[in-house]
């Protein structure tokens, strides 16, 4: 061993070299690139399979002209046994009473946006989710909506901000879904301001110091939800069918049987286990995902997330959640699909809640696309994926 050998020691000896003009870092075990990233139009982003839209409804037997006109997910619904507990934590967590009734039994909690509250807490003698509530056109599409299996009646929501109307229906594994008419919108809270951003080149902020307050990251809307389902195909085509919910992703696994491409005729081992659907609105530009189901051994909801403004309102509220002790499950980190900055949380009654931001906006042009399920198809960066998010 040389003098030098013995001085540094092999670590620094194995040092990067510097970054050559191609942009490439060499090392002992290869060239790599630096990191980088880019927004690149949708059909650029495609992974190994994409289809358009209306193709894809076709191939599947979908007809548009049936569907039930969804225009937006307004709100979610919960029952809790505790609902002083779960009040403090969704106050944590960036969202405001909207609403009370007055035996403290139902809460509705509202965000900065339009809609009169996005999150509705019920007492009850356990946890239960009572399922995402969609905005749809017209009453006629309620109307439409109580000839459907399993689906209540029209009712007036007496007792809640803003009223409306409201059917629950039942999905082919027992999910409730409610659709809603007829609910006035409230005042828009005011934004928070949009942070100045320096980069290397582009310097617009010249005295000009940014500056933060600690506290609970303010809820803007409500973006999406997903479920775990037995039967991933059926549930498929009962959403796809009877609502303008529109796959933007597929997951895959490798089918242990061969079974045959209906595109193309060729023998396929894939099998779809995971889709993110969107709201179609034709050319308006609209969330990446509303809607998203898994296939699973058993039949639950998996979570519920809530938009809030920027990178730095997620970090500091999840640092807010942290110091008031409630639990992280994963987070934070940035989506592959949809792109969207995450941070899930449990809440008190150990359903899981999540903090985003920047996602992706999709249009009826964007292709339907397919990507091999697994851990690394979660996330670009951020912690590794606990055991709790797949279950």
């Known amino acids: 061993m040389s003098e030098m050998q013995t001085i540094v020691g092999p670590s620094l000896l194995h040092r990067p070299e510097p970054i050559d003009a191609s942009g490439e870092l060499r ?38 002209s049936n569907q039930i006109r969804l225009v937006k997910l307004a709100h979610m619904r919960y029952q809790h046994p505790d609902i002083a507990k779960i009040t403090e934590f969704l106050k ?59 689906a209540s009646g029209i009712e007036e929501m007496v007792d809640a901000p803003g009223r409306g109307y409201i059917v629950t229906i039942q999905d082919p594994e027992g999910f409730p879904i409610n659709l809603m008419y007829g609910q006035t919108l ?27 307050t600690p506290g609970p990251a303010a809820v803007h809307k409500l973006g999406h939800y997903g479920l775990c389902v037995q039967n991933f195909e059926e549930q498929l085509k009962w959403y796809t069918r009877n609502f303008n919910l529109a796959p933007t992703d597929f997951l895959f696994v490798t089918s242990p049987k061969p079974k045959i491409d209906q595109q193309d005729g060729a023998q396929s081992l894939t099998k779809d286990v995971a ?47 942290a110091r008031q002790g409630h639990n992280n499950v994963w987070g934070i980190g940035r989506h592959i699909l949809g792109s969207q900055i995450f941070d899930y949380w449990w809440d008190t009654s150990g359903n899981m809640i999540e903090h ?21 198809s979660l996330a670009v960066w951020g912690p590794k994926v606990p055991e709790s998010f797949l279950q």
């Open 27 to 64: 090392t002992p075990h290869g060239n790599v690139h630096t990191n980088g990233g880019k927004s690149v139009p949708d059909v650029e982003a495609r992974s190994e399979k994409s289809e358009p839209l209306l193709s894809w409804q076709m191939r599947s037997g979908i007809e548009r």
């Open 92 to 150: 944590d967590f960036g969202m405001q009473v909207a609403q009370q009734s007055e035996d403290g039994a139902k809460v509705w909690f509202c965000g900065y946006g339009s809609d009169q509250y996005v999150y509705f807490a019920q007492k009850g003698p356990e946890k239960r989710f009572q399922g995402g509530t969609f905005e749809v056109e017209s009453m006629a599409d309620l109307e439409k909506a109580t000839q459907l299996p399993r």
């Open 186 to 212: 409230r005042r828009k809270g005011d934004p928070p301001p949009k942070i100045i951003l320096n980069d290397e080149t582009d310097k617009p902020r010249v005295r000009k110091f940014n500056r933060f």
């Open 275 to 321: 889709v993110f659907a969107h709201i179609d609105r034709g050319a308006e530009p609209v969330d990446h995902h509303t809607f998203f189901m898994s296939a699973n051994p058993t039949s639950h909801v998996h979570h519920c997330s809530f938009e809030v403004h920027d990178y730095d309102t997620q970090h500091l509220g999840h640092q807010w959640l």
């Open 356 to 376: 985003y931001t920047d996602g992706d906006l999709v249009t009826i042009e964007t292709p339907v696309t397919w990507g091999s399920a697994g851990d690394e």
